[in-house]
């Protein structure tokens, strides 16, 4: 006999414990304890793809990585292209059942791109590890397949009615966003639930029940050239850089300080000439420092938790934009960027029923995180269609999005018991 299986059998024969696991629940565990090695073995070969957005074939590697691991539960898969939408793709795993639909979410892209130093998982010691991606995301990819391992060992996921959806391009979405998350959308048709897999505020006694929403902007900012002596004059002006400067500190004294509101110029580019790749959020400019600023480029975000919040900072930076200093003009345009994810009652029930599961389990209480704490993900795209939404349960660490991304590995099994149990108790 499977020497995984034997022991999984045998709880399986045991009584309910009262207030906590059931013996089906306790074989789920178990399975976890004793595969935790090979979860652990996974997660380190994901993260040694590079997979930044825009290395579409380290992209589809981390794709092809993960899915046999679905073939092998029984899932249908499929890679959708993602030329389309210029990244490149998304991994669905569908796995129909009578049960109510479950929508699980992750992503299989990280920010870093070939050219970062950050490339390599390395231990750091016995409960941690460093790497490019190891909590956001890859860990919580871990974490989703080593649950449904779980429930396929115990017989349970015969039953379920699970899709999975992991994009491509989560870092970076591609455009229009209306094609590149059609996957997405259309596997949470029907879903009941929706799930996703993200590292949220890195805590493993939050969860995630509101996200902000996000979106990018751009500012471009011309003005009169000239020699810079003649500066400031009625004829020459200000020069673009200075008019850059005014109104990101416009910004800045406008809008800093509102609750739930965010806004980061990410980028600025500005000389005689400028040359600026969106998609690669690189630039180059050209420029001597006796001659007046020609151009300048600035990109950046705007985070808010609801559209009313959206459209009232995007009217006040518009005034801002339009108020010139002489001689010089300016453009603002935003992006179609990701929507907000509201703390609905649906969401507090489900958080409610993962913190019993967290509880059952031994791994404490969970409770809902502060929407600011928390960035914009997929799952946000899936708001108003999933009765129940939660995120933020994936793998835990720290210094996500720099080189110093660290996973705690303590949290690897505690995280995945958690949500084999809630996928357990959700199949009913």
């Given at each position: 006999?499977n ?32 595969e ?6 996974l ?26 691991e ?6 249908r ?61 890859k ?18 996921l015969?039953?379920m ?57 751009e ?33 800045r ?32 400019g ?5 001659v ?11 985070r ?16 801002i ?34 913190n ?42 720290s ?19 958690r ?10």
């Amino acid at each position: 006999m499977n020497p995984v299986l034997a022991p999984l059998l045998a709880l399986a024969l045991l009584p309910p414990q009262p207030g906590g696991l059931t013996a089906e629940e306790r074989a789920l565990t178990t399975f976890i304890d004793a595969e935790n090695g090979r979860a652990l073995a996974l997660l380190e070969k994901a993260v040694n793809i590079n997979s930044g957005t825009m290395n579409f074939p380290g992209v589809r590697a981390v794709g092809a990585l993960l899915r046999p691991e679905f073939d092998a539960l029984g899932f249908r898969t499929e890679w959708v292209d993602g030329a389309a939408f210029e990244r490149a793709g998304h991994l669905v795993a569908d796995h129909p059942g009578p049960g109510p639909r479950i929508l699980l979410i992750g992503h299989l892209d990280t920010v870093f791109e070939p050219d970062s130093p950050f490339q390599k998982f390395e231990r750091v010691d016995s409960d941690s590890a460093k790497g490019p991606g190891i909590t956001d995301m890859k860990g919580g990819n871990v974490v989703m397949i080593q649950a449904l391992r779980a429930l396929h060992a115990t017989g349970a996921l015969k039953s379920m009615n699970v899709v999975a959806v992991l994009t491509g391009d989560e870092e970076s979405g591609g455009r229009p966003l209306g094609a590149s998350r059609a996957a997405l959308v259309k596997a949470a048709q029907g879903a009941r639930v929706a799930i996703g897999f993200e590292d949220g505020a890195s805590n493993p006694k939050t969860a995630v029940i509101g996200r902000r929403g996000t979106t990018g902007w751009e500012l471009r900012v011309k003005g009169r050239p000239a020699h810079s002596s003649q500066i400031f004059n009625a004829e020459n002006g200000y020069g673009a850089i200075f008019e850059a400067a005014r109104i990101l500190n416009a910004f800045r004294e406008t809008l800093a300080g509102q609750p739930h509101l965010t806004f980061n110029p990410g980028v600025i580019v500005g000389g005689t000439s400028v040359d600026y790749d969106g998609p690669a959020s690189r630039g180059t400019g050209f420029g001597k420092s006796n001659v007046i600023a020609e151009h300048a480029v600035v990109t950046g975000d705007l985070r808010a938790l609801s559209p009313e919040q959206f459209e009232s900072a995007r009217k006040a930076m518009q005034e801002i934009v339009k108020a010139s200093l002489p001689q010089t003009s300016a453009t603002l345009s935003f992006d179609e960027g990701y929507p907000p994810l509201s703390p609905t009652s649906g969401n507090e029930r489900l958080l409610a029923l993962y913190n019993r599961a967290s509880l059952d389990v031994g791994a404490g209480p969970v409770v809902a995180v502060d929407p600011d704490k928390a960035g914009a993900a997929d799952v946000s795209f899936v708001a108003g269609q999933a009765e129940m939404i939660l995120d933020g349960v994936g793998l835990m660490g720290s210094g996500g999005h720099t080189v110093n991304e660290t996973a705690d590995l303590r949290t690897l099994p505690s995280m995945t018991k958690r949500m084999a149990v809630l996928l357990y108790r959700l199949r009913r």
